[in-house]
């Protein structure tokens, strides 16, 4: 039986590669905070916090039903050192908007009530296994493309694919929208990019990296 030979005695052609592609968000959440004037817990706060309930009824007026709201977090603040129901209290909500060409409306509904404003946002994007996997195979095709290129400069040929692993991608920072970004804007009406004073991108560049090592053949 042939002995394989140890990985230092290889003669290995090392590249490294990157595939670009240009994703589509397929949806958004808007992170809001409500100042409300009495503490109600869990998912009774859509309904039973005055100003959440407000909220609420202006946000299903552009369709974005109940069952897109989700209570994240609440602050509890007692006047008096005891908190009772009678106590206010800050409630930061997660909205779902899963329709993008509403998003403008959306916006609008947020910003026309007065205790709310607005914390960041996080798109959306297709992270199936599929894509990832249609991704990754593009960028195998890239590795092969360069490691034969260096092969053929060589004046080697270029064997079977010794390693190759995916390198871990970089953490995006979510999108932040400044209150002063919606100052001056009409609450009687839908917002647009325009009235918003930057662009509201729903693309992203997702990045797809390998470092793959070929075996070079005699």
């Not at 100042?35 to 009824?57: D, F, I, M, W």
Request: aromatic fraction near 4%; charge should be negative; hydrophobic fraction near 45%.
């Amino acid at each position: 039986m042939l002995e394989q030979p140890a990985e230092g005695d290889l003669d290995l052609i090392e590249v490294f590669a990157e595939y670009e592609e240009d994703v589509a968000a397929k949806s958004v959440d808007l992170f809001v905070d409500v100042e409300g004037s009495s503490l109600v817990t869990g998912r009774a706060a859509l309904n039973k916090a005055r100003e959440v309930h407000q909220l609420v009824e202006s946000l299903a007026a552009v369709g974005v039903a109940e069952e897109q709201i989700f209570v994240e977090d609440i602050h509890a603040k007692a006047t008096s050192g005891i908190f009772s129901k009678g106590s206010s209290a800050s409630y930061r909500l997660r909205i779902h908007c899963h329709s993008l060409e509403r998003l403008g409306d959306v916006l609008g509904a947020i910003t026309s009530q007065q205790n709310v404003s607005l914390g960041h946002m996080e798109w959306g994007y297709d992270e199936s296994v599929a894509a990832s996997a249609r991704r990754l195979a593009s960028c195998a095709g890239i590795a092969m493309e360069k490691a034969q290129a260096v092969a053929e400069a060589l004046g080697v040929r270029l064997g079977a694919p010794h390693r190759m692993g995916e390198v871990p991608p970089k953490l995006a920072e979510p999108a932040t929208l400044a209150p002063a970004m919606f100052a001056g804007v009409s609450r009687a009406r839908a917002m647009s990019q325009e009235d918003l004073g930057l662009s509201v991108s729903h693309h992203r560049k997702v990045v797809t990296r390998l470092s793959a090592s070929f075996r070079v053949l005699a």
